[in-house]
């Protein structure tokens, strides 16, 4: 067994010296990382909040087969994804992936970017919180209390949860999923037996019904409700046999998420009507759901369906944060963040210091938004969401890249090493493409200033390659570094070179 202060990466370079403390190896199954990717995609939050707009918006009752097309492209992704994690086992996996099949400079840039959309999509789903919270709370409990007050509270666990080991965050993740599914599947079964078998036409998932209405809109809100996937490759460090449980959890995140959100769509396509309901859901979007539930199930389920959003919606901020404190631990142990990110805490193993300080830039943006007299979800979660999604979309398309290259190189140029994310990346950039030309539906704000913040993804492109190229030049070890990984098992394939 080698050093563990030592990195054998796969990917050249295996020799530095490792800055910081190691994340607690083995600490998780492959359930533990379904149930945290999962979560992140927030289900519950996108079936009340994201689905209705996808049908009054996109193309109506096409959008049960725009979220099954998503799902297979997500698929296709993920088939080349899991073939590269024998390479990459790191905390920061767009960070390693991109850096080792297009460079280390783009594989900074990557780095960055993963970690300021993550840290957006935190604060998003934060807001998202803290405005169902109020709601919920002032129409169950006849308590009126500011949005800040609920976001704060949601802060302070979120604080206490990463501080621990990982496997804490893992159980209250799970348990937070499997009461959000349930509830919705019940839904669905409830739409099946009142409505009939009849009512869930095979025509939603036909290639014109796909096709029609506002085809690029849908495309944005079917990918963009799968974020969060990708993290599994984020926790292969802290995984028990990492090549085995990283693959299994990235088809089950894929999978289930996929399923799910096809079953949702087409159950309240069916509920509201297969020929109507683009215009029912174009009504009032925000009480699309809760309708359809109550007139299927009853008040009862409108009340527990009110707090899983606000459940789903904490377990997604939880989700983000563990994923954006990891990308801050991954570059500070390579060197581009300060020193003392790349700690883990003695006993659980927690990169604790790095999830203090995500906590920090959480509280920062949520509360600014809150000076500043914003609403938590028209602005904040807007906002924050759109810029995190485009940004995730963009590295999405560049991984799939990367590993066309990568295997590219080595001669692996069959179905699942080439193919599968050449034909992925090529849809990836469609949709990424799409996201931007569309991005005033993405947030649904007609705010200039919330429209442009993509374009601080090209400053951050201009200077993650700045710094890679100055470190290069100035710094030669500390550049060899970058998108390396301390693993203690032996690699199951031969090192090849960074470029």
């Not at 079964?189 to 009939?196: E, Y």
Request: glycine fraction near 10%; include cysteine; aromatic fraction near 12%.
């Amino acid at each position: 067994m080698s050093d563990p202060t030592r990195s054998a990466t796969g990917m050249g370079d295996p020799g530095h010296t490792q800055r910081g403390g190691r994340l607690r190896a083995g600490s998780l199954t492959a359930p533990h990382v379904v149930f945290m990717v999962l979560a992140a995609a927030a289900p519950m939050a996108v079936v009340v909040a994201i689905m209705p707009i996808a049908f009054a918006l996109g193309n109506g009752a096409g959008t049960p087969g725009m979220y099954l097309l998503a799902a297979l492209v997500l698929l296709l992704f993920s088939i080349g994804y899991v073939r590269a994690v024998p390479y990459v086992r790191n905390a920061g996996a767009f960070y390693a992936y991109i850096a080792q099949g297009l460079g280390r400079p783009l594989g900074l840039v990557a780095a960055y970017t993963a970690a300021i959309c993550y840290n957006a999509l935190s604060a998003a789903t934060c807001g998202a919180l803290a405005f169902f919270a109020a709601d919920t709370a002032n129409r169950m409990l006849g308590v009126d209390l500011p949005w800040p007050f609920w976001a704060a509270i949601g802060i302070a666990l979120v604080l206490l949860l990463s501080y621990r080991r990982i496997t804490v965050s893992a159980r209250v993740l799970t348990v937070a999923l499997s009461l959000e599914v349930f509830i919705l599947l019940v839904l669905v079964v409830g739409i099946l037996f009142q409505a009939g078998p009849s009512a869930f036409s095979f025509e939603v998932f036909m290639p014109t019904a796909v096709a029609s209405g506002s085809i690029g809109v849908a495309v944005i809100y079917a990918l963009s409700s799968f974020l969060g996937f990708e993290g599994t490759a984020i926790y292969a460090e802290e995984t028990r046999d990492p090549v085995r449980t990283v693959p299994r959890a990235t088809y089950g995140a894929v999978a289930v998420v996929g399923v799910f959100y096809v079953l949702c769509a087409w159950g309240l396509a069916a509920g509201a009507g297969v020929d109507r309901v683009g215009a029912v859901a174009g009504e009032d979007p925000g009480s699309f759901v809760f309708a359809i539930t109550d007139q299927y199930l009853g008040s009862w389920a409108v009340d527990v369906i009110g707090v899983l959003v606000v459940v789903s919606s904490f377990a997604a901020v939880l989700a983000f944060h563990n994923a954006a404190a990891r990308y801050f631990y991954a570059l500070a142990r390579d060197g581009f963040l300060p020193a003392p990110l790349a700690r883990t805490h003695p006993r659980y193993g927690s990169p604790y210091v790095a999830g203090i300080s995500q906590v920090v830039v959480l509280a920062v943006l949520v509360f600014g938004f809150a000076l500043a007299g914003l609403d938590p979800l028209l602005n904040l979660a807007t906002a924050m969401t759109g810029f995190g999604a485009v940004g995730l979309e963009s590295l999405l398309t560049l991984t799939s890249l990367a590993i066309v290259v990568f295997f590219w190189r080595q001669g692996r140029r069959d179905f699942g090493h080439v193919i599968a994310p050449a034909i992925a990346s090529v849809a990836l950039a469609v949709a990424t493409i799409l996201s931007f030309v569309n991005y005033q539906f993405l947030t649904g704000s007609d705010s200039s200033i919330i429209n442009s913040l993509p374009w601080l993804h090209l400053v951050t492109l201009v200077v993650g390659l700045a710094l890679a190229f100055l470190v290069r030049r100035r710094d030669p070890e500390r550049y060899s570094r970058m998108g390396s990984t301390p693993v203690e098992e032996k690699e199951a394939y031969p090192e090849q070179p960074l470029r």
